[in-house]
Structures are given as C-alpha cells and as structure tokens.
C-alpha cells in the first residue's frame, strides 16, 4: 500500500524552457551599445530570473538554447553557472538560423541561399517536435522576454477552465439564434455576454500580451497620442483608481537579474511605468463569460480573430471603437 501511495504522488509539471538568442554580442542596433555582452548583461539575467521563479513554483524546468552564434564551452560554462542549479537541464542548438533565398525583390537576391535570420524565432518547432513526449509544457521565448511561474501557473488555470465549459457548453445556443437568416453579422460581434457554444469555447485560449518597463523616459518616453478612447481608471465599487499590477509580468525576484553593468532593470516597477507592446486597445474587447464560469474568468480581454470566420465561429465583444472611434474598418 505504501508502494502505491509512492507512485500516486503528483510528480512537478515538466515544462522546457526554450530561448532565442540572436546575438552573443549587441550589433549597436535598436537603441544599444555595440559590442557589449548581450549574453552576459540579457540572456543571462533573464533566463536566470525566469527558471528561478519558474522552480519556486515547484515545477521540474530545463533550458534549451536556440543561438545564430557559435555557443563556446566558456560561454556555456557562465549559463551554468548562473542558474546554480544541478536539476536544471541545459542543452543548446548553435547555428541554428535555416537557409534559403532572400524573398526581397532586387538584383541577384534569388541566386544564392543565405541565412534567414528573421525564421530564427521558427525553430523551436523542430526542438518541441524531438521533445514533445519528455514535457509537459514549453515556453519558447527570446532572450530579452522575461516568463515567471505565475504566466504558467495563470496560463494552467485559465486553459482548465475554458476546458471546463467547453465540457458542459451546448452545441448549438440557447439563449439567441447564430444564424444568418435572423442574426446580422454585426449583432454577433457586439454580442459581449451569454452563452458560448462548444465550438465558440474551442477558439478561445490563454494569451499573454507583451509588455515592457520603460526605463528611459528622457530619451525614450511612451507616446503621448494614445489615440481616441480616453483613459478610464475608475471602476465602479472601488474607493481608488484600478490599474494593472506590475508584480506578475514585471518584479523581479533575484538582485543580480538587475545588476548587469548597462542594466537599468528596477526591481519593482510601477504600473505607470508600463506599456504594452505588439498590439493596442484598436485590436482588443472585452467579453463577459457565460454564467457557468468560476470566478477565474469573469470579464476576459480578447484580441480579435480573423474577419472572415463563419459566423457560428464568431465570439463577439464590446469594442472600444463601437462608435466609429476608429472608424469604419
């Protein structure tokens, strides 16, 4: 009986930690000091950040590099060495940027096959593909992404969730027809509330949204045109304005993640000091889940799918520009 017990015991999620890195050393580009370390001042810190907030989450991680450059043992030592960890696994693909002809259209660009070094951020495809049995979960992200235990732990949550009421949703809606015939195509996208059907909960999946922490605002400030919705913090049945909390994208955990010699990482970044990044409120809504569901998801951020799917695929939201902020598209 005891032997059973034993072999009952919820072994730690497995999950592979994947990352991209372009460059061993910074090109000068984007903002940055050519020659200087990038493995040691970025890579380093970050993936240093992210195994040991993912380990206190009591998850089982290993490391996998995806590299353009040459990985040297003395590189690959520092790694080690940073993580401090005998339990975490490290393995590397060096060289790793396919070849093929440059698509640009210009004089002898089709005649001979080069590095793509934009298809770099592809390949961890081929990594999960001779992985896929070992894990149970993948992360695969650059080398200046930070990811900690609570995206994963959040992520877990929210797929369980979706899974849930995937489970019990009905096949065809109750509540309001999803047919064309009685239902226009712009009713179904400002439907925000409801029910969803099974196939409707099948399109929907934990996202993370990008961020960054501003850390130059002389030199390298955010916008000031943040377009035409204007910014709202007050939230009915709170005493104080609600704005998002930097501690699950952006706290750091560890000093020596900050210590780089360029770095300028605070450990505690405010909310004031972040901006999203890859997206905008023009492409994002906001959706009420169905009654069924827990208080994990309540009001849900969407960013909108294709145009063109049939409309028993639509899952609709109250869009910022519903009034034509946009305009018309």
């Known amino acids: ?69 040459t990985v040297q043992p003395d590189r690959l030592a520092l790694i080690r060495e940073a993580l401090h960890r005998n339990d975490v696994g490290l393995e590397y693909w060096d060289n790793a940027t396919p070849l093929g002809y440059k698509l640009e259209k210009g004089p002898g660009n089709e005649k001979y096959v080069r590095e793509i070094t934009r298809a770099l951020a592809r390949q961890h495809r081929f990594v999960m593909k001779d992985k896929l049995m070992d894990y149970d979960f993948f992360a695969a992200f650059e080398d200046d992404m930070m990811i900690t235990g609570h995206h994963v732990h959040q992520h877990l949550l929210v797929a369980g969730e979706l899974a849930r009421l995937k489970a019990i949703a009905p096949d065809v809606p109750t509540d309001v027809p999803l047919t064309t015939a009685t239902t226009t195509r712009n009713q179904l996208e400002r439907r925000y509330h409801g029910q969803l059907t099974k196939k409707q909960l099948s399109r929907m999946m934990p996202g993370l949204i990008r961020v960054e922490v501003l850390l130059d605002e002389e030199h390298f400030p955010a916008q000031n045109n943040t377009g035409p919705i204007p910014i709202d913090l007050d939230f009915d049945g709170y005493d104080e304005t609600v704005e998002a909390h930097p501690e699950y994208c952006c706290h750091l955990q560890n000093a020596t993640s900050a210590a780089s010699p360029s770095s300028r990482r605070p450990m505690q970044p405010s909310s004031d000091k972040l901006l999203i990044w890859e997206t905008a409120i023009i492409a994002l809504g906001i ?34 520009g519903r009034h034509g902020e946009f305009g018309t598209d």
């Not at 034993?6 to 497995?14: I, T």
């Not at 061993?24 to 200087?36: A, D, F, L, Q």
């Not at 294709?306 to 939201?317: M, R, V, Y």
């Open 1 to 69: 009986k005891e032997e059973n017990n034993k072999k009952s015991e919820a072994q730690p999620l497995r999950i592979l930690y994947i990352i991209t890195s372009l460059a061993e050393y910074n090109s000068g580009r984007r903002h940055t000091e050519k020659g200087s370390d990038r493995l040691q001042e970025t890579l380093i810190p970050v993936v240093r950040e992210g195994v040991m907030s993912l380990l206190s989450f009591g998850y089982h991680v290993d490391v996998f590099l995806i590299c353009h450059w």
């Open 287 to 320: 959706h009420k889940m169905p009654d069924e569901s827990s208080r994990l998801l309540d009001w849900v951020l969407l960013q909108r799918g294709p145009n063109n799917a049939p409309s028993t695929d639509i899952i609709g939201d109250y869009y910022s």
